[in-house]
């Protein structure tokens, strides 16, 4: 029993709960938080927002229980193959619910009730897309970009600093290519029996599809790109500087690095999904190589750059 619990759960899923983190790093970068204990906050709401997901999911698998059974992969979840009943997987995710509110006891105080505000929406968005959305076509990947957006949003309101447009725009369109991608992925990998899959299949077709992940995909780039331009005076490291500290000379801002790493991965992505080796973009983050040793560099790049920042050396 608990082994289908934990799968119930799909803690594979968590990592989405690192949005959430999204916004208190870069804050932390800029020194608009005082120490990495800050950040405490904002580890508590990540992990409020994955077991707030995980009793999601259950809700999810008990209401979609017989589409899942056409379903080569999800037919093998604990409720769709009759190891855990609809009744003991709604007490579950109740249980999650109420322990993902518990965690908010690990925010500080004047940082909890907003917190607790956008998990509650995220609550809400995940429930209004559950049982109506979901079947609702366009109208079903933003309420699923949404949910990533509030995820941004709790993190924030954990550290108590305001979320830039940037982030929020990016996240949206990054949220958005990644859900059109798995209903690609999966009319190339289930054909026909996709709308029996997803009833909202029968609303897309291939070629909107493929034109809405290469869209967004591409806007996603360029909305992070135009923030790397944005950065220009906080990671620019130039070769010399006057004795007063001025730079001068040949100057390059480091942080474009990281638009290499990041747009192979989010093509090698686009390139997969289309030929059908994956259905979900999560299945392919955390099965193809390639894919993680660009999501590897991208870290290591952004993440060495931040600190630098954060520390005086850039």
């Not at 109208?139 to 924030?156: E, Q, T």
């Not at 958005?176 to 289930?190: D, S, V």
């Not at 054909?191 to 897309?204: E, K, N, P």
Request: net charge positive; charged share 15%.
């Amino acid at each position: 029993m608990l082994k289908h619990l934990i799968k119930l759960a799909r803690p594979a899923q968590w990592t989405k709960s690192g949005f959430v983190l999204i916004g208190p790093l870069y804050a932390l970068a800029d020194k608009n938080l005082h120490g990495v204990e800050s950040l405490w906050g904002a580890f508590w709401a990540a992990a409020a927002f994955a077991l707030m997901a995980s009793s999601c999911y259950a809700l999810n698998d008990v209401r979609d229980a017989e589409q899942d059974r056409v379903h080569p992969r999800k037919r093998k979840r604990p409720v769709a193959c009759g190891a855990i009943t609809p009744s003991v997987a709604i007490a579950f995710g109740a249980a999650l619910n109420v322990a993902a509110f518990v965690c908010l006891l690990g925010v500080k105080s004047e940082f909890r009730l907003w917190t607790g505000l956008m998990l509650a929406a995220y609550l809400l968005t995940t429930i209004v897309y559950t049982v109506w959305l979901k079947q609702r076509v366009i109208a079903d990947v933003i309420g699923l970009a949404l949910g990533f957006v509030l995820r941004v949003l709790g993190g924030c309101a954990a550290v108590g600093i305001g979320p830039t447009t940037w982030l929020l725009t990016a996240t949206f369109f990054l949220s958005m290519f990644l859900a059109f991608g798995k209903r690609l992925g999966e009319r190339r990998t289930l054909g026909d029996a996709a709308v029996s899959a997803r009833s909202v299949q029968d609303a897309y077709s291939d070629d909107t599809l493929r034109l809405a992940v290469m869209a967004t995909g591409v806007v996603t780039l360029v909305t992070y790109a135009f923030y790397i331009v944005s950065q220009d005076a906080k990671y620019t490291f130039h070769v010399a500087r006057t004795l007063d500290g001025t730079p001068t000379g040949f100057g390059f801002n480091l942080m474009w690095l990281t638009v290499l790493p990041a747009t192979y991965a989010l093509l090698r992505c686009v390139v997969l999904l289309e030929q059908g080796r994956y259905d979900d973009p999560t299945e392919l983050a955390i099965s193809d190589r390639a894919f993680q040793l660009a999501a590897g560099a991208f870290v290591l790049l952004a993440g060495g750059l931040m600190y630098a920042r954060s520390t005086g050396q850039l």
